[in-house]
């Protein structure tokens, strides 16, 4: 198992964007034309000529949400040094099947939170719905703190969750 970071220019580009397709992730990895989004890291579980897994990160400043408080305008959060705290925020997630429960996952979590450390994050951060259980194991068993919250899906749902956090 090797785990690989791709971009449109890697040759097995094409073979990322095919495992996004049979995970049913492509429309949150990237853009219409299956471009890469801008400041999005693609990591991918490689096996047998095949990728298998996924997991891609945005890049981001931490932001305080505007409220009354703030003057309506959002605030970066700032480090003890002054400077903007940034992190890495998990856009996918996904390990095909047949290879679940065989390592992928935790060596994809594993090396996107070194890719965090390595450009200089302050944490990694992933919402993820109740019904992925086997997720929830593994952020828990990484170390990652669990913060409840309800989001909304665009057709008005509410979908029931966990932020996971890991500062790095």
């Not at 299956?34 to 890291?41: F, H």
């Not at 000529?49 to 959060?77: E, F, M, R, Y």
């Not at 700032?78 to 925020?89: K, N, V």
């Not at 944490?123 to 929830?136: F, G, I, P």
């Amino acid at each position: 198992m090797d785990i690989l970071t791709f971009t449109y220019t890697d040759p097995h580009w094409p073979a990322y964007l095919a495992h996004l397709e049979r995970v049913n992730m492509a429309r949150w990895a990237t853009d219409e034309g299956g471009l890469p989004k801008p400041g999005v890291y693609y990591l991918g579980a490689w096996d047998h000529d095949q990728v298998v897994g996924n997991l891609s990160l945005k890049w981001q400043p931490i932001v305080i949400p505007a409220t009354d408080w703030s003057g309506g305008h959002p605030a970066p959060l700032l480090g003890p040094d002054g400077e903007p705290l940034h992190e890495t925020f998990v856009n996918t997630f996904a390990v095909e099947e047949a290879h679940q429960r065989q390592g992928y996952g935790r060596a994809l979590q594993l090396a996107a939170l070194d890719l965090t450390r390595d450009l200089g994050g302050y944490q990694m951060r992933s919402w993820s719905s109740l019904d992925k259980s086997a997720n929830y194991a593994l952020k828990l068993s990484l170390g990652f703190s669990a913060h409840p919250e309800i989001q909304e899906a665009y057709n008005g749902q509410k979908i029931s969750g966990v932020y996971f956090i890991k500062k790095v």
